[in-house]
């Protein structure tokens, strides 16, 4: 029932920063776990950020530890994905997601097959 619109994509230099948003409506955004993944053309969907809906627990890829921070403002109906110190690597379509189902660990939110609802993307592109 929720709808996602994704925003904040764009072209940037390797060592610059980007912070995408993740609208939310018609639904009640503050139920659901968020998580944000990440499409190049010919590669599955990756993961890489997951709130729960309290925005009590994160978890990130490694390989973006350390340089992305995933939050939430449940009053806004908004996810974002902060992301410093981008490199060349991080190009992709960004997406987010929203589940009702409760995020433990990891593994709980890697599989893109456990969210039920998604954005259209952003596109993000890093030159070297």
């Known amino acids: 029932q929720v709808q996602l619109v994704e925003s904040g994509g764009g072209l940037v230099q390797a060592g610059g920063s980007l912070r995408l948003s993740c609208a939310a409506s018609g639904g009640t955004f503050s139920a659901y776990s968020t998580g944000w993944f990440r499409q190049v053309p010919g590669k599955e969907r990756e993961f890489v950020a997951a709130?729960?809906?309290?925005?009590?627990?994160?978890y990130y890829v490694d390989s973006v530890k350390g340089r992305f921070t995933i939050s939430r403002d449940n009053a806004r109906n908004t996810a974002y994905l902060q992301m410093n110190s981008l490199k060349p690597e991080d190009t992709a379509v960004y997406y987010c997601a929203a589940t009702w189902r409760r995020l433990y660990n990891v593994d709980d939110c890697e599989d893109p097959q456990g969210y039920g609802y998604w954005g259209q993307g952003t596109q993000v592109t890093v030159s070297s």
């Open positions: 709130i729960s809906w309290s925005g009590g627990r994160t």
